[in-house]
């Protein structure tokens, strides 16, 4: 988005960099990186930076009142309802589409928004690979808040661990060491001591819970929760405990709110950065041009379930309709040059909240489709996973 910037690093680039750059990625905790990581990283203007800090805290001001509580209260599905819920979430996500507007200015569109973790230690890892490997400017960071990297690893430490040894917190996920995401819990471990333990080795004994380790029973006292609901049922995966329960063990990141800040918050939030946002169910009649719509179940993940070419008989066709959005569709701007076609941003904002809701760091997904995911980048290149850098 810095045209001095832009040319000088696409100038400068060569594939044996990048190569040599996802060599050390890879090999760096013991993981590879199980998706796409794109050539470039992201220069944000100040201008751009500021209208992202600035959709962050009207979006997070709409969040902490009253009347949000009051709505949200109806996204937990009843037989999900964990116990224990704190005031706030541990981990916040805002997605914003990069757009221009009508006198072609660079403006962030909410797309979604979660108070789930994301990859809160694989993003601090790949923005100091891609320092070490490229000529990013001593002046830029990835990095809001006044943050550095000590200051960073110290509040994620904060907010994973509380009060507790690392040895009683775990990391807790489905089949972890499947999932694509395993180079973030690598890289967590490093930073924070804890363990990743598959939530089908975990069991009860009466309001305590354990899992084995080189044959030694562990008692768990706090969970970094990584486990989504959806994926939990839709592999009908049963556990060892119950989760509903009165459990003695904290949250690092409480399961309701994966329910309570996610796309059922979308059709409350009424700003200049929120597209038109209703449930299915809320109107008689539909918007008359439905081709600018996007449909979207709520209780999905990364993408799944979501419907980009809608008509009238296949939105009439759906029964659960209060458990669906209709979302205005958002035209991603093509502003990254690369050496064929421009590509498309979106920036995840990320957000740490003990005391108070802190902006942190971001992670940044490029597309050259029709939409983000990989279906729609098939064989292009300077897309996928990345990180915007900004002037400090």
């Known amino acids: 988005m810095i045209p001095k ?6 100038r400068e680039f060569s594939q044996s960099a990048y190569r040599q750059f996802l060599n050390d990625l890879d090999s760096s905790v013991g993981y590879p990186t199980d998706f796409r990581v794109s050539e470039t990283p992201v ?21 902490r009142s009253d009347e949000f509580k009051e709505h949200s209260k109806s996204a937990v599905p009843e037989k999900l309802n964990v116990a224990g819920e704190d005031s706030h979430p541990c981990f916040m996500q805002i997605d914003y589409a990069i757009c221009e507007d009508e006198k072609n200015k660079l403006v962030p569109r909410l797309i979604e928004l979660q108070g789930f973790p994301s990859l809160y230690a694989y993003q601090y890892l790949l923005g100091r690979k891609i320092s070490q490997h490229f000529q990013i400017p001593d002046n830029f960071t990835s990095f809001f808040s006044g943050l550095d990297n000590k200051g960073y690893e110290k509040l994620l430490r904060k907010i994973i661990l509380g009060d507790k040894d690392p040895a009683n917190v775990i990391l807790m996920e489905i089949d972890p060491a499947n999932q694509k995401t395993r180079i973030d819990f690598a890289e967590t471990e490093r930073i924070t001591g804890i363990r990743t333990v598959d939530i089908q080795d975990i069991y009860q004994s009466g309001k305590d819970l354990f899992y084995n380790y080189r044959n030694k029973e562990i008692k768990i006292e706090r969970i970094y929760n990584r486990v989504i609901f959806d994926e939990l049922q839709r592999k009908k995966i049963s556990i060892n405990f119950n989760i509903f329960d009165t459990l003695n063990v904290q949250w690092a990141g409480h399961p309701n709110w994966f329910f309570r800040i996610s796309k059922h918050s979308l059709p409350f939030l009424k700003n200049e950065y929120n597209p038109d946002c209703y449930f299915l169910d809320e109107k008689e009649n539909y918007p008359d041009d439905l081709e600018n719509y996007v449909l979207k179940p709520l209780y999905s993940f990364a993408g799944h379930g979501v419907e980009i070419d809608l008509t009238k008989g296949f939105l009439d066709s759906i029964n659960d309709r209060k458990n669906y959005i209709l979302q205005q569709k958002i035209n991603y701007a093509p502003i990254i040059e690369t050496p064929d076609e421009p590509a498309k941003v979106e920036i995840r904002m990320m957000y740490l909240w003990k005391d108070e809701p802190v902006l942190v760091n971001n992670l940044v997904r490029m597309s050259k489709g029709k939409m983000m995911g990989v279906d729609y980048n098939k064989n292009k290149t300077w897309i996928g996973s990345s990180i915007a850098f900004h002037k400090k």
């Open 43 to 63: 220069f944000l203007t100040p201008e751009i930076t500021f209208e992202l800090i600035n959709a962050g805290n009207e979006i997070i001001t709409s969040l």
């Open 5 to 10: 910037l832009r040319n000088k690093y696409n």
